[in-house]
Nanobody, 115 residues
């Protein structure tokens, strides 16, 4: 059974940090490109950060220099370190795995940035 289980979301103050984790199971994690997406209320889901199976990185302009995506293939886990959080980072964050033509999504974890 394929699973992507996100954790680490919650409430943070502006300028604070959170670390999201996405634990994968049921598929060959090392072959998959992994990514974090987010969706704020009333907005479309958008790409936040991505990491290929070879370790190439891609970030949305809005998070460059603040967020870092990484993966641990031995633990079959992808991470998103979020620093210098802003209220506009508030959203549900989703983990995604891709190995064409297959795509898997996690259930999402809420991140709220507020004082």
């Amino acid at each position: 059974q394929v699973q992507l289980v996100e954790s680490g979301g919650g409430l943070a103050q502006p300028g604070g940090s959170l670390r999201l984790s996405c634990a994968a199971s049921g598929f060959t994690f090392v072959n998959y490109a992994m990514a974090w997406y987010r969706q704020a209320p009333g907005k479309q889901r958008e790409l936040v950060a991505a990491i290929t199976s070879g370790g190439n990185l891609n970030y949305a302009d809005s998070v460059k220099g603040r967020f870092t995506i990484s993966r641990d293939n031995a633990k079959e886990t992808v991470y998103l370190q979020m620093n210098a959080l802003k209220p506009e980072d508030t959203a549900v964050y989703y983990c995604r795995g891709d190995y064409w033509p297959v795509t898997y999504w996690g259930q999402g974890t809420q991140v709220t940035v507020s004082s």
